[in-house]
């Protein structure tokens, strides 16, 4: 390959500061030395504006400063508007490129012309273990890092120019101009799975995703996205992959797995009340069958069983204070109110969710079932109830006929140390 005419755009995206950027950027000291690459530095309203500190430690960097947190989509966006390179490489603030890591992405796409990305992989801190190898979309459009957490040794990565649904954002690689043909990430993702939405479109609009498996980088694991919370992510992956589905689907696909996908969802909210036996005697259908509700006299004695005497009397002071609504059931910051959360948002977005998918469908020239057809979907059960929903004969029915699905236990996606975890 001639390297003279293929000049690459490193995109970083900083929002929490300088912390981890001395191991990202760091690492790209190399390729700006010699000037094989600009390294892009989006200060995304990091609070002690990284930018300006980085800028005085790598003099060779360019800086994009945001004044307001435009997510990790839009970050990535904004540094791509100020890309020169013929392709534009992304990696996460808190990892590190190996060597080679520059050029393996750009000889894969040399290899692989028909190929708009490259996919590089994501080990662990320690090198011992992978992050992200190849990946995998579920029926309802949530994705997996397929062998997360196994040993290196034990799980060979893709050949180099393995066909891949999609490239981790973390660690990816794009021709810019497909990249700019595309229109980037989704801004409306804001975080997650914007990686897995823009796979989906460059394979239907008939380009592909290839694996480079010798661009890797050393990953500190959601040191990033830790700082959102469990819960916040939460609400993230549940909206953005049900504006994914309405955006990307092809009519015949949201044909095929609507009835599942939308029974899922509310599956999960009937199982999410069960977590919590307050919600869930507030929630039970009244006109169908139940058990019997508990009488006073039954109801108080569970309350000094499970509080305590003093619990209780507590309980029957608050009453007697602040009224008969005291201490009745709320929904909090968990599974239930992510969930709720996540459909208020996606149907504050749903015009423009319309408008994308009409776009997407204008310009679409291979259908889903092609696709499906080449990576099959995932059944994974991933939360509460699952287990018993995916195994039960009503969801069976609602999958389609004749499109490839793969059903498989979390602990087979995932290393059993990260389920249990």
């Known amino acids: 390959m001639d390297r003279a005419v293929t000049r690459a755009s490193i995109i970083v995206v900083g929002h929490v500061g300088m912390d981890h950027l001395e191991d990202s950027i760091g690492s790209l000291e190399a ?31 360019r800086v994009v400063r945001s004044e307001t947190n435009l997510g990790f989509a839009g970050g990535v966006n904004l540094g791509a508007e100020a890309a020169t390179g013929e392709v534009v490489i992304l990696l996460n603030d808190d990892a590190a490129a190996e060597p080679g890591f520059v050029e393996a992405h750009l000889e894969t796409l040399a290899a692989h012309p028909d190929a708009a990305a490259t996919a590089g992989r994501l080990i662990s801190w320690d090198g011992a273990r992978h992050d992200f190898v190849r990946g995998g979309v579920t029926f309802d459009i949530h994705a997996f890092q397929i062998s997360q957490g196994w040993p290196v040794a034990e799980v060979a990565p893709p050949r180099g120019g393995e066909p891949l649904p999609f490239a981790c954002g973390g660690n990816m690689a794009v021709r810019l101009a497909d990249w700019r043909q595309l229109g980037g990430f989704d801004p409306n993702l804001f975080a997650y799975f914007e990686d897995v939405e823009l796979g989906w ?52 696909y949201r044909s095929a797995f609507g009835p599942s996908v939308y029974a899922t969802f509310l599956h999960r909210l009937a199982a999410f009340v069960d977590v919590d036996t307050g919600l869930r005697s507030l929630a039970a259908d009244p006109f169908g069958e139940s058990p019997p509700a508990p009488n006073r006299a039954q109801r108080w004695r569970k309350r000094i069983r499970n509080r305590g005497v003093l619990g209780a009397a507590r309980h029957l002071l608050a009453r007697v204070l602040l009224g008969p609504d005291a201490g009745s059931p709320t929904v ?34 291979v259908p889903d079932r092609e696709i499906v ?43 059993p140390s990260l389920v249990r975890a």
């Open 373 to 415: 057809a080449r990576f099959p979907r995932l059944v994974v059960p991933t939360y509460p109830g699952d287990d018993k929903w995916f195994a039960s004969d009503a969801f069976a029915g609602l999958l389609p006929d004749g499109w490839p699905v793969d059903h498989r236990r979390l602990d087979e996606v995932l290393h």
């Open 201 to 252: 479109r460059l394979w239907a609009f008939g380009r592909t995703v290839v694996a480079a498996p010798d661009a890797v980088a050393r990953h500190r694991g959601g040191a990033t996205s830790s700082g959102l919370g469990n819960y916040r992510r939460g609400v993230l992956f549940e909206r953005n992959a049900l504006r994914t589905f309405f955006s990307c689907a092809d009519d015949e």
């Open 31 to 61: 390729e700006a030395e010699v000037g094989r690459s600009e390294i892009i530095l989006v200060d995304n309203a990091s609070p002690d504006r990284c930018g300006q500190a980085a800028s005085e430690r790598w003099p060779w960097l």
């Open 332 to 365: 909090s910051d968990g599974h239930l109110l992510m969930q709720l959360r996540a459909a208020d948002g996606f149907f504050a977005n749903l015009d423009a969710t319309e408008a994308r998918r009409m776009e997407i469908n204008r310009r679409r020239r």
